[in-house]
């Protein structure tokens, strides 16, 4: 996770990124982004915080 320290030292911003491997069809990928923002650490720093999150899958191995 990467953040931005503004004059008065407070985090502005966090970015999150995850990537999740494996063969999903559609539905699950989208459940699978769903639940990755609803983790208890982007629950706790949504409070007064911008939070941008990006998912991605890994290609799968042939």
Do not use: Y
Not at 20 to 48: M, W, Y
Not at 50 to 60: P, Q, R, T
């Amino acid at each position: 996770m990467g953040g931005e320290h503004v004059q008065d030292s407070w985090i502005e911003r966090v970015q999150s990124r995850v990537t999740i491997s494996g063969n999903f069809d559609d539905a699950q990928r989208k459940r699978l982004a769903q639940v990755a923002e609803r983790c208890p650490v982007h629950k706790t720093l949504a409070n007064g915080v911008e939070i941008f999150d990006s998912v991605s899958f890994a290609a799968s191995p042939s």
